[in-house]
T-cell receptor
Framework: NAGVTQTPKFRILKIGQSMTLQCTQD?????MYWYRQDPGMGLKLIYY???????DKGEVPNGYNVSRSTTEDFPLRLELAAPSQTSVYFC????????????FGPGTRLTVL | QKEVEQNSGPLSVPEGAIASLNCTYS??????FFWYRQYSGKSPELIMS????GDKEDGRFTAQLNKASQYVSLLIRDSQPSDSATYLC?????????????FGKGTKLSVKP
C-alpha cells in the first residue's frame, strides 16, 4: 500500500493564480482531511470529508475549496492565490472520525509570490 | 485562550536520559489525545494515543493523561539521537464535528549524543 500520496511536492505560484493540490489514499478510509502548517505552528484544519460527496469546513477554509467524488481522492483547490497561503499542506486520512489515528501524506510545499 | 498548549522548546536532553514533554488543553470535554512525531521536513506520524486517565506504555514511550487537570504528557525513556524531532500534541474537540482534531504548536526535542 502506498498510503496517502500528494502531488506536487513543491510549487511556486504567482499572486492571483489558481491550482489544485492532489491527494489520494489507498487504505479505503472514509475520512480525509486537509491541513496547513506554517513555520513554528501546529496544523490547522482547512477542510475535511466523512465520505464521498460529503465535505465540511475546518478552522481555516477561506480561499480554498474541496470536492470528494470518490473514496480515494480529495483534491484541494486554491483560487486566486495570496501570499498568506504560503505554507506546507498536508493531506491525511483515517478509518473513522478524529478519535482514530490519522495517516498523513508527505506534504506539498507551496510558495505564493 | 489557546486550545492546546505546548512548550515550544527546544528541549535538550543527553542520550540515555528521560525526555518529558507536556501538553495542556482547554476543552474539558475532550475525549481523545494523541502524540505525533514530526521530523524536520517530514509529515507527522502517530506514536501514541490515549483515551482514559492514567498511563499507557509502548516500548520506550509512556503517555500520561489527567483529565481533571486537563494535562497530557509524553515520556521518552533511554532517549536516542533518532528521537530528535518536533512532538505534536493533538486533542479532539468535544461536541465538535468529526473533523476537529486540534494540534498544539509542538515541542522541539534535541537528544545530544
Amino acid at each position: 500500500n502506498a498510503g496517502v500520496t500528494q502531488t506536487p511536492k513543491f510549487r511556486i505560484l504567482k499572486i492571483g493564480q489558481s491550482m489544485t493540490l492532489q491527494c489520494t489514499q489507498d487504505m479505503n478510509h472514509n475520512y480525509m482531511y486537509w491541513y496547513r502548517q506554517d513555520p513554528g505552528m501546529g496544523l490547522k484544519l482547512i477542510y475535511y470529508s466523512v465520505g464521498a460527496g460529503i465535505t465540511d469546513k475546518g478552522e481555516v477554509p477561506n480561499g480554498y475549496n474541496v470536492s470528494r467524488s470518490t473514496t480515494e481522492d480529495f483534491p484541494l483547490r486554491l483560487e486566486l492565490a495570496a501570499p498568506s497561503q504560503t505554507s506546507v499542506y498536508f493531506c491525511a486520512s483515517s478509518w473513522a472520525g478524529s478519535s482514530n489515528e490519522q495517516f498523513f501524506g508527505p506534504g506539498t510545499r507551496l510558495t505564493v509570490l | 485562550q489557546k486550545e492546546v498548549e505546548q512548550n515550544s522548546g527546544p528541549l535538550s536532553v543527553p542520550e540515555g536520559a528521560i525526555a518529558s514533554l507536556n501538553c495542556t488543553y482547554s476543552d474539558r470535554g475532550s475525549q481523545s489525545f494523541f502524540w505525533y512525531r514530526q521530523y524536520s521536513g517530514k509529515s507527522p506520524e502517530l506514536i501514541m494515543s490515549i483515551y482514559s486517565n492514567g498511563d499507557k506504555e509502548d516500548g520506550r514511550f509512556t503517555a500520561q493523561l489527567n483529565k481533571a487537570s486537563q494535562y497530557v504528557s509524553l515520556l521518552i525513556r533511554d532517549s536516542q539521537p533518532s528521537d530528535s524531532a518536533t512532538y505534536l500534541c493533538a486533542v479532539t474537540r468535544y461536541g465538535g464535528s468529526q473533523g476537529n482534531l486540534i494540534f498544539g504548536k509542538g515541542t522541539k526535542l534535541s537528544v545530544k549524543p
